[in-house]
């Protein structure tokens, strides 16, 4: 009981969170799981990627796996391992680093977007959809990480249960003393926005840890030493602003000032804006009426909204910036272009079902959202499913669940439905709280899944899928238009900063082209002045003052902290290196082609490299220096309509509602999983006080009846959960079937008769095949028996014509052996005979010569003796 946190109903794998790590996460399991049949072993979340990874394989088609559950029931933790695996799985043979990247990914979205919550000491307060996308061989691509419905937890948090996002908590921890005294960091009880809520701690927490770790992870996926000190000084500047507090300035009129002005200075430090400017903003309003400019005094309630919406809208702002970055790392070449086939699994874990003891407008959206992943689920597991079983005019006994479209239509239906009405009433300036309660109660009074306290309470109860929870309708107008207004906007884009001012630029292509139109200018007064210097020298005339003459320029132009020669040919080395690598606008899209034929843009590089300090900077790959690639994302992420509405810049149009927004958001992520084909892990929360290893019955049973699982046992025990259509069943079992069979539905019963399958556990429609799991894996068993048979004999035959050419081989060498022998014997014989000839020619004619000899010797003798008688 306490160490099985993993079990299936059907496909649907069912987590139950233990919130201790167990041994069950081991590394050998990433293997033990890799391309095994569902429910062969161990249920594992491995199991269920590893399905899924195959399946997209086979069958050429994208997949996508959601989970689900309330908060603090292990969505997240779900997600990391599921990742981990599906990187794992292909990192056969490729090493782009994109696996790294994927998952250094994990704990800066996670320390940006998420918070300790009374539910969940790691709630993600946004929802993510990541989408890992393969090669056709299976090889990681690339992934594409998309954040839906940002903003869940309020910045200048009012609520006591949700602490702030923990990236705060870890740069006031973390930070050395030279980043606290460069940012002016303070302790966190000092900061308004950190000193409201309850203070979670967590036993054996390690902020400093966590902020090492932190910057680690940012390192991993591409954030320099430069970009993490910007993003840690806005973090800063957001605090401060919280700490600016109003008091009106006399009693007879409404105008107003800030008590603390000694935090302007920091703040306009820190956002490099003027702290003129700053003041003004944060005090005044500026309208323009017919031709002319007003300047309104805020009232005190309204300044205070508005310092918060611009510390609110200045995060979100930062928190998409980074996820178009990380995604921006994540991309590849391949994904640019367009006839390379891609498949991608994407795994969506998006914040789970909240009910606290004061619920908001964040609550409310974030339960709309699960609702709509609920309604998802019912109509893959219910509907769709019983649906086709009628269309396929099989017989079938109808499985009841409950449907929450009725709750769905109440909330989004167009135009009663609550959130239209919270838009309308939004809209009216002399709309409030009670206008709006009203509102619902007058249109929706005889719907039974809302509901109004009996007690004068400003709050109306919803009965969702997962209980009925109680929303506080205060603020719910002022959350829902919570746009910053323009003249805030004016104010960060007009910040030195470039890091700012691109934040809150319209879009990411035009700020890339502004960077290096501002790049090449850059570079342009160097080269003069370097040229300048140059002649200088070389007429013998005073350096010193043609430098300072450059210094000034500069100053004015943007150089007025790198007052060194060190520090100012340093940015404009990097400058240069930017221009050269990222071209020029108006060169078109295609801008690296011009620098391939050595022109121009070569020159200052040259430049650079004859100096002996010049250090080469890591190279970016190529496709994120062009355009196109930022193009590309514009058009994937949300990142675009997101931030710009927020930011109110769409000047002329009105901006949507965050509710509106919010909806928009959802649909284009179920548009998403629409497309895809899913698979489902349902989390769940063991105990509600996140003690390890602690199992609360009840608590078990309520979400396991509310996430409809009884309703799934039962349609997937009464449920065909394989079906094939006649021809994917052929296809599929051909090895079984007789060659040429005819896909027809009389050959597939007649093929079931004769494999004795069991009649109660499949039936034949009019175009599919519908079969329990049982008999899916009795056919499977078969097919892979017959699999084996055939390869066997294939595997035989193969030996005997291996033997047989193995014995031909031998035979042949052997004749050849015998052949060469013979000539050998043969030529032997006739050496032999040929010598025996010579000696004994050689033997005759010794003989023939000492008789010679002899008979020549005795004539001599003869003729001797002659002469001497
Ligand atoms: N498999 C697991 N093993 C050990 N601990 C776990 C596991 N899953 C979750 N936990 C613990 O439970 C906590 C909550 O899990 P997690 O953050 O994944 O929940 P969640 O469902 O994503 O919640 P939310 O919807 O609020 O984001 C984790 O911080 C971790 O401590």
Redesign the pocket.
Known sequence: KHEK?YTYVGSILI?I??????PI?NPKYVKMYDNHQLGKLEPHIYAVADVAYHAMLQRRKNQCIVIS???????????N?LIHHLTALSQKGFASGVEQIILGAGPVLEAFG?AK?A??????RFGKFIQVNYQETGTVLGAVKESHMTRMTQIEGQKREIANYHVFYYLLAGASEEERLAFHLKQPEEYHYLNQQDCFTVEGEDLRHDFERLQLAMEMVGFLPKTRRQIFSLLSAILHLGNICYKKKTYRDDSIDICNPEVLPIVSELLEVKEEMLFEALVTRKTVTVGEKLVLPYKLAEAVTVRNSMAKSLYSALFDWIVFRINHALLNSKDLEQNIKTLSIGVL????F?DYENNSFEQFCINFANERLQHYFNQHIFKLEQEEYRTEDISWHNIDYIDNSCCINLISKKPTGLLHLLDEESNFPQATNQTLLDKFKHQHEDNSYIEFPAVMEPAFIIKHYAGKVKYGVKDFREKNTDHMRPDIVALLRSSKNAFISGMIGLDPVAVFRWAVLRAFFRAMVAFREAGKRHIQRKTGRDTASGLSDTMERCKEEKYSKAANTDKLYHRLHEDVVHLYTWGLPWMGERNQNLYASRSLAQLPLIFLMRNKNFKPKPVLPKHLLEVNSLKHLTRLTLQDRITKSLLHLHKKKKPPSISAQFQASLSKLMETLDQAEPYFVK?IRSNAE?LPLRFNDALVLRQLRYTGMLETVRIRQSGYSCKYSFQDFVSHFHVLLPRNIIPSKFNIQDFFRKVNLNSDNYQVGKTMVFLKEQERQHLQDLLHQEVLRRIILLQRWFRVLLCRQQFLHLRRASIIIQQRWREQYRRRHMAAVYIQARWKGYRESKRYQEQRNKIILLQAACRGFRARQ
Do not use: A, M, R
């Not at 969170?17 to 167990?22: I, S």
């Open positions: 946190i987590v969170n233990p919130f201790k790590f167990l996460y559950g309330e908060s603090g029931s292990g969505k997240t933790q779900s997600t391992f998420n919550t539910h969940n000491n790691n709630s993600s874990d998006i914040f789970g909240e989390c996140k």
